[in-house]
């Protein structure tokens, strides 16, 4: 303001920063934080976003569309969070903490159940792509076809995972079952991923501000979490598409709008 006074001054209109300043804002102007816009730079982003809501559309019920991803790894230690504390009382976390451990989660979201599949992998890779495709066949056994849908990680694009679902597609006409199609998200665009909101949701509920002593306790308290996700899901059906508990970062269901990976959820 000082300075637009002293240009405005030296071009000859006598006036104080306090009046430009109340110009400026009787004009409707503030000052805002220019916001960041999650983008994606695959060529293709239109033509999967495009298949994928036209998959979801067209939907029927004896059909099924699976988020899959994996949460993790992460290391088993205290983790800060947000608690409620007395007066006086300032929690705090050591910066440098042995592990008790380490885990990786592979999940699948199932959008018009709301349910979560979810097993423990020892790494991220290919294998554990098909052993995610092997439950869902088996759980979903009924269905007629199963949409597989996970970020562009290369591990969810590789050619062994293309062979075994082509082989297993060549199987179903003798011998039945559901058809597996996979629908794959742009490439960098894993904010458009629905489970991840669902890993936000778990994060805040049970990983932040958690102290479990081993990696077996916190198994049994992320087991125990999706129980009560699904069997609430169960007893009150609902597409995936509103937030449970107050707790995820975003309503789970899939839409360009939502940002559903939360930095912050680690």
């Known amino acids: 303001m000082p300075l637009l006074s002293q240009v405005l001054k030296k071009n000859g209109t006598q006036i104080g920063p306090a009046v430009v300043s109340k110009m400026i804002k009787a004009a409707g102007y503030k000052l805002r934080r220019a916001k960041l816009v999650l983008t994606s730079n695959d060529p293709a982003y239109r033509e999967k976003l495009s298949r994928i809501s036209l998959i979801l559309s067209n939907l029927q019920p004896n059909e099924a569309f ?11 230690k205290t983790k800060p969070g947000r608690m409620l504390v007395p007066a006086g009382i300032q929690p705090t976390v050591p910066q440098w903490q042995k592990s008790r451990g380490c ?3 592979t999940a699948a979201l199932e959008l018009s159940g709301n349910q979560v599949t979810h097993f423990y ?22 269905h007629s076809r199963l949409y597989l849908s996970w970020d562009a990680a290369s591990w969810h694009i590789s050619k062994d995972l293309f062979v ?11 011998g039945g079952g559901p058809l597996v199609e996979t629908a ?3 490439a960098r665009a894993q904010f458009l991923n629905v489970i991840e ?13 958690s102290d479990y002593k081993s990696v077996d306790e916190a198994k049994m308290a992320i087991d125990r979490y999706f129980t009560e996700r699904n069997d609430h899901f169960r007893q009150h059906p609902r597409r995936a598409g509103r937030k449970i508990w107050g707790k995820e970062r975003e309503p789970a269901a899939f839409s360009e709008a ?7 959820y680690r």
């Open 103 to 105: 885990m990786i989660m």
């Open 121 to 142: 992998s020892a790494k991220k890779n290919t294998g554990e792509m098909i052993r995610m495709m092997n439950v869902l066949i088996e759980r979903y056994a009924q």
């Open 66 to 76: 699976f988020s899959i991803d994996e949460y993790g790894p992460f290391a088993i």
């Open 258 to 264: 939502n940002n559903c990976k939360d930095p912050r």
């Open 164 to 174: 075994r679902i082509e082989a297993h597609n060549a199987a179903v006409a003798n």
């Open 184 to 186: 794959p998200l742009p």
């Open 197 to 209: 909101s669902v890993f936000s949701g778990m994060a805040r509920a049970i990983i932040h501000n």
